[in-house]
């Protein structure tokens, strides 16, 4: 039988430790531990259960990504954005449940040393199977109704997990079970060394608000995926999907580019043929209109010369007509 105190204590075995603790600054450290889970326990607010439940009266899903040194201002405004912040924005929580999510991004980022966070907030969860998330770590808060069920190690199959079989052959031990309580903050180590997880049947059948953060790096646009593989097998994406993609979206890329440099040649050598008609062209009319401006200046030279010739056969014709004057009267 495993025990875990809620004394900043931690409890070890050869194959999983988990961490509850009080303080949420032991988060930091997730990522260098050995813990499988670190659970952070917190007082519930008062008004909450009637806050979330006018917020949840109808379905609420949002995904975004939130900055760390923008993340109140950022996560107000999607709020805003998606009709959220209507339903219970006079209501007194309303700001220190923003500054508390803004809180969770903060420490998400500190922890992996990022500025940017994966944001899912929704009323309506669907992992029922026990499953570990195929992410390094994701952090999740359960703001109403029941919050998330752990196997820790003993309880759970995981042979079992993996090769597909049902709920009913994974939980060995069901006394050994339970549940992450409203407003506490549970890190998830994702993998192999993860915890054995899922949403409760209660949760299931009933409204809950619930905060999940992951790395920015696992950002799918097309909206949020539970990290179960065995699951939903055609429609999970997992980070490594998400990777394959992008590389075979670079290699098409890369591929369509290498396709397309002969049609850029060919073009090139076009234009390059197109310029050299055009230059001999203009060098053509360049040529045919010095041309005709020489032809146009012998010509008028020639009629200059004609008028010149004209001019001076008058004159010896003027002479010699004067000259037989003169003889005649002698």
């Given at each position: ?99 508390d999510m803004a809180a969770m991004c903060e420490a998400l980022c500190d ?92 949760a299931l059948r009933a409204p809950t608000m619930m905060l999940r953060l ?117």
């Amino acid at each position: 039988t495993v025990s875990v105190l809620y004394c900043d204590d931690r409890w070890d075995s050869a194959a999983m430790s988990i961490l509850k603790t009080t303080k949420l600054d032991a988060i930091k450290s997730f990522v260098s531990s050995p813990d499988a889970l670190a659970v952070v326990a917190r007082s519930v607010p008062e008004g909450s259960a009637d806050f979330f439940q006018r917020l949840a009266a109808e379905p609420v899903e949002v995904v975004a990504l939130v900055r760390k040194d923008y993340a109140l201002a950022d996560i107000r405004r999607i709020l805003t954005s998606e009709g959220v912040a209507a339903k219970v924005e006079k209501e007194a929580l309303y700001e220190p449940w923003l500054r508390d999510m803004a809180a969770m991004c903060e420490a998400l980022c500190d922890l992996d040393k990022n500025e940017a966070v994966r944001f899912w907030l929704g009323s309506e969860r669907g992992c029922k199977r026990y499953h570990v998330d195929f992410v390094p770590h994701r952090l999740l808060v359960t703001y109403a109704g029941k919050g998330t069920e752990i196997l820790p190690e003993g309880a759970g199959d995981f042979k079992a997990y993996e090769t597909g079989k049902p709920n009913s052959k994974i939980l060995k031990n069901p006394s050994a079970r339970w549940y992450v309580n409203q407003w506490d903050v549970a890190m998830f180590r994702g993998g192999e060394k993860g915890v054995l997880h899922r949403t409760p049947d209660e949760a299931l059948r009933a409204p809950t608000m619930m905060l999940r953060l992951d790395q920015a790096s696992f950002w799918l646009p097309e909206g949020p995926e539970w990290s179960d593989p065995m699951e939903n097998k055609k429609t999970k994406k997992t980070a490594a999907h998400a990777k394959a993609s992008a590389k075979a979206k670079k290699a098409a890329s890369g591929k369509k580019a290498a396709s397309s440099k002969p049609a850029t040649k060919k073009k090139a050598a076009a234009a390059k043929t197109s310029a050299k008609k055009a230059a001999k062209s203009a060098k053509a009319a360049v040529t045919k209109a010095d041309a005709s401006k020489a032809s146009k200046t012998s010509a008028s030279k020639s009629a200059k010369a004609a008028k010149t010739g004209v001019k001076s056969t008058k004159k010896v014709a003027a002479k010699t007509n004067g000259a037989k004057k003169k003889t005649a009267k002698k």
